[in-house]
């Protein structure tokens, strides 16, 4: 029996609430039915989608950074990841000219090739890239991207890239299944924007109701090193939470047609971010708004 932990929930693997998700490697060389997956599924898992030796080149750009500001247990490997259990819990992350490596993996022609042909045109990927580092106890709670990156094309899509090999323990992503057919829920929390309307971003921080509820299905898989997940702005997602003693390394990135419109707070060679949330007021109490939505 595999038991894995979303926030304070344990699933058991193959149960009502959690499933493994559907590889699509098989028809990778085919992208009408890359096209279809993505509108059968919500999402494409691709094993070996990166180049491990890239992969393994950004991880320790990464690691490296953390080693400088005392995050990681001095009597480890550099390389495992092992939490300093002292630390004092705040992470800063270089901005994009100190990262030629993670640009070098997120950037590259492999990745930029299959966006191409996936999305039946040029493509391009936002300046802003979003590297995670997950301590042990935490975990992201359950949201649609749609909320922080909704001022350009809908028809965008989030590439979540693990920077090693995640093990259940360590806190890997997971999607609600069918989550992108929740009708009621894309038509009030899927029409915010955390800047224009100062709201919290997370939808739920319990994973149980969304199946109860919406009748949805957590999804998640044991990544290595080079694999990828693809998925849209209106895929519910959130993560396990992290019970071991190693950080969970990952980078989000974000790709698009050329031609549609585009977010400009992701974009440019310093890119503004969120310019409103949280700045003048504290952000609306996602309780209170769903009340007011009645969902």
Not at 79 to 104: C, S, W, Y
Not at 109 to 116: G, P, Q
Request: overall charge negative; glycine content about 8%.
């Amino acid at each position: 029996m595999t038991m894995v932990k979303i926030g304070k929930h344990a699933f058991e693997m193959g149960s009502k609430y959690l499933t493994e998700l559907r590889e699509s490697n098989d028809i990778l060389d085919d992208a009408e039915a890359l096209r279809a997956r993505m509108d059968e599924d919500g999402y494409l898992l691709i094993r070996g989608f990166h180049d491990k030796e890239t992969v393994k080149r950004a991880r320790i750009e990464l690691l490296q950074d953390l080693e400088k500001q005392g995050k990681l247990d001095a009597s480890a490997p550099l390389e495992e990841a092992v939490i300093n259990k002292h630390h004092d819990g705040r992470f800063t992350f270089q901005d994009n000219e100190h990262t030629p490596m993670l640009l070098e993996l997120v950037n590259s022609d492999r990745t930029m090739a299959f966006f191409d042909r996936f999305l039946g045109g040029e493509s391009m990927t936002f300046d802003f890239k979003w590297p995670r580092v997950v301590d042990h106890g935490r975990f992201t709670g359950a949201h649609y991207d749609v909320v922080y990156m909704g001022q350009g094309t809908k028809n965008l899509f989030t590439l979540w890239t693990p920077l090693g090999d995640v093990s259940y323990e360590m806190g890997g992503i997971c999607l609600c299944l069918g989550s992108q057919h929740f009708d009621a829920i894309k038509r009030t929390y899927g029409q915010m924007d955390v800047d224009r309307d100062n709201i919290e971003g997370d939808f739920s921080r319990n994973p149980l109701e969304l199946v109860e509820k919406y009748g949805g299905r957590w999804a998640t898989t044991e990544f290595q090193s080079g694999d990828a997940l693809i998925f849209g702005m209106y895929m519910m997602h959130a993560s396990l939470t992290n019970t071991s003693d190693r950080y969970r390394l990952s980078v989000d990135t974000r790709y698009q047609l050329r031609s549609e419109a585009i977010d400009d707070r992701w974009v440019g060679k310093k890119p503004k971010g969120h310019y409103a949330w949280g700045k003048s007021a504290p952000p609306k109490a996602m309780a209170e708004a769903r009340k007011e939505w009645n969902i």
